[in-house]
T-cell receptor, first 112, second 113 residues
Framework: DQQVKQNSPSLSVQEGRISILNCDYT??????FLWYKKYPAEGPTFLIS?????DKNEDGRFTVFLNKSAKHLSLHIVPSQPGDSAVYFC???????????FGTGTRLKVLA | NAGVTQTPKFQVLKTGQSMTLQCAQD?????MYWYRQDPGMGLRLIYY???????DKGEVPNGYNVSRLNKREFSLRLESAAPSQTSVYFC????????????FGQGTRLTVV
């Protein structure tokens, strides 16, 4: 049973436009959410996170939105750059459990 | 500051062979994790260690064992490798306190033939 789902395996966006990556979760106990970026042959690197007490967190070109009632979060990248081309994973954890659960990933391709 | 270091980077095993994947972190982190990444399956948690001296099963623990040797090191052992364990394995660690980001190693690409 997949507790964290990323239903879009891939996404292509023109350079300079907005990229929107989506993530759904089923466990209502999750209270902290993270996004990671992964380049080929490298480990995932942390991008941005959000606590369940917030509905938005922004860091430069990256913004994460959380809709708790819908159990949905999204990552917005504006403007998208070719260097953003990577696989993006969302992850979720319940405080105190230390059990970080990841989604299946979305491959983003930013076209120059 | 190396972060999270995994060895080896690549390994080919024959079915039935055993091996241990090594992981060490130098960030004084309390918690450590082993994930596997497979096409279309994302990153799946195999085992984790919330603190030194404790280990717990993750989503896909069957066929694996772990040892938290000390605060720095967390190893993953395959006792009798199977082709289904062909994957890329990632070790990660998190610092103290709730809700911190995980730092990942570069991965070990394991092929079982």
């Amino acid at each position: 049973d997949q507790q964290v789902k990323q239903n879009s395996p891939s996404l292509s966006v023109q350079e300079g436009r907005i990229s929107i990556l989506n993530c759904d979760y089923t466990n209502s106990m999750f209270d902290y959410f993270l996004w990671y970026k992964k380049y080929p042959a490298e480990g995932p690197t942390f991008l941005i996170s959000i606590s369940s007490i917030k509905d938005k967190n922004e860091d430069g070109r990256f913004t994460v939105f959380l809709n708790k009632s819908a159990k949905h979060l999204s990552l917005h990248i504006v403007p998208s750059q070719p260097g953003d081309s990577a696989v993006y994973f969302c992850a979720a954890v319940t405080s105190g459990t230390y059990k970080y659960i990841f989604g299946t990933g979305t491959r983003l391709k930013v076209l120059a | 500051n190396a972060g999270v270091t995994q060895t080896p980077k690549f390994q080919v095993l024959k079915t039935g062979q055993s091996m241990t994947l090594q992981c060490a972190q130098d960030m004084n982190h309390n918690s450590m994790y082993w994930y596997r990444q497979d096409p279309g399956m994302g990153l799946r948690l195999i085992y984790y260690s919330a603190s030194e001296g404790t280990t717990d099963k993750g989503e896909v623990p069957n066929g694996y064992n772990v040892s938290r040797l000390n605060k720095r090191e967390f190893s993953l052992r395959l006792e009798s490798a199977a082709p289904s364990q062909t994957s890329v394995y990632f070790c990660a660690s998190t610092g103290q306190g709730a809700n911190t980001e995980a730092f990942f190693g570069q991965g070990t690409r394991l092929t079982v033939v």
